[in-house]
């Protein structure tokens, strides 16, 4: 008899990272998983949802809650209504959530409070910062959660700080859960969709952009777009880089492309607005976005999970915020948190720019983590 997995989704790396675990039970256990798709319509348009599922080839949502933007506790609020209704429906087996949204934390809260094993992808990531929602999301949700699939031996370390016991035995129940090390997901994606991004990406052509001469750039988090001082020291940064004979290419969120216009100071506008090496573009397709990781010199991002695929790609990075869940690559000397301080983003930058020699260890998997995980899901009781 099938296993029937309620899979929750709202943001698009959530939607990226689920293909993987779709993907494998598609073409190997088909016969013994089922899987219910639940987008809670937490990114909405087009750029930052739907383009993915088609892209992906991910199967259509069997639920979309269309609950879109809104403070923390409305947002979540709604999402648990919508969660357990559905859960209530289905009756699944078990709840699948990754990451650290305010969808994983309504998925997590709605399931275990019913009574339903919740597994967490992503789990054990810490930045030991809770003034991150991020955080307080990932903390609480591999806190009700059955089965942890924890990406790297940092994340397994920081659950047995928290109390997990790393040899638990079967029966696993969220008070006797059982945390796995099993590589990451997206890892896995970055593999399977490499050549093909070569074949379908078209960012390169689209801006004339030539391979090795520039680099990536993105910036989405809340305490840099939103913060007129951290954004134009960001920007600051950008210009100095851009000055310096490559091209910035940045892809931004509508909201954020607007907010430039009143956050940023007047002189670091118009100078953004002048020059040619710096150039603003709107977001971009999981295909496109891997190109560009792909042919870039270095990234510059406050994004976890580009953090991550710049270091799949071999590619360094410098990371605009104080903290990373990915202390492997820092400690490794693969990336460097800079915040938004300009002089420590430009340092990383030019060394960047210059050439470094550096080993990307395969701290990440092996590219079967999707596999693995679907195998766990099989045998849990």
């Excluded at 400690?331 to 430009?346: F, M, S």
């Amino acid at each position: 008899m099938k296993k029937k997995v309620v899979t929750i989704i709202g943001a698009r790396p959530q939607i990226i990272k689920s293909s993987a675990i779709n993907r494998a039970i598609r073409e190997k256990f088909a016969d013994q998983l089922e899987e219910i798709i639940v987008h809670t319509g937490q990114h909405y348009d087009e750029n930052m949802s739907n383009v993915f599922f088609g892209e992906m080839n991910i199967a259509a949502p069997n639920y979309n809650l269309a609950i879109g933007s809104g403070s923390h506790g409305v947002q979540t609020a709604d999402m648990l209504k919508g969660i357990e209704e559905i859960l209530i429906k289905e009756n699944p087996d078990a709840l699948l959530v990754y990451g650290d949204t305010n969808s994983t934390l309504a998925g997590a809260t709605a399931a275990s409070k019913m009574g339903i094993p919740v597994i967490h992808v992503e789990a054990g990531l810490r930045s030991y910062n809770k003034a991150m929602p991020e955080e307080i999301n990932r903390v609480v949700c591999d806190h009700l959660s059955t089965l942890l699939f924890s990406p790297t031996d940092s994340g397994v370390e920081n659950l047995v700080k928290e109390g997990f016991d790393a040899e638990a035995k079967m029966p696993f129940t969220a008070d006797n859960p059982k945390v796995f090390k099993c590589g990451d997901v997206m890892y896995d994606n970055s593999m399977y969709f490499a050549e093909l991004a070569k074949e379908k990406a078209t960012v390169l052509k689209e801006h004339n952009l030539v391979p090795g001469t520039f680099v990536l750039c993105t910036i989405h988090r809340p305490s840099n777009t939103d913060s007129p001082e951290r954004l134009t020291a960001i920007f600051e940064a950008l210009l100095e880089v851009a000055h310096h004979g490559k091209e910035v290419v940045l892809p931004l969120h509508p909201r954020t492309r607007k907010m430039l216009a009143t956050s940023l100071r007047p002189d670091v506008l118009e100078e953004v607005e002048n020059t040619d090496t710096l150039k603003i573009i709107d977001p971009v397709s999981f295909f496109n976005i891997t190109a560009l990781e792909q042919n870039c010199l270095f990234v510059i991002t406050d994004s976890g999970g580009l953090q991550k695929e710049a270091f799949f790609f071999n590619k360094p990075c410098v990371v605009l915020r104080k903290e990373t869940e990915w202390v492997e690559i820092v400690e490794n000397g693969n990336a460097v948190l800079a915040d938004a301080d300009p002089k420590k983003i430009k340092e990383a930058a030019f060394r960047f720019m210059e050439g470094v020699d550096m080993e990307f260890p395969s701290f990440y998997g092996d590219g079967h983590a999707a596999e693995f995980i679907c195998k766990e899901i099989i045998a849990l009781n």
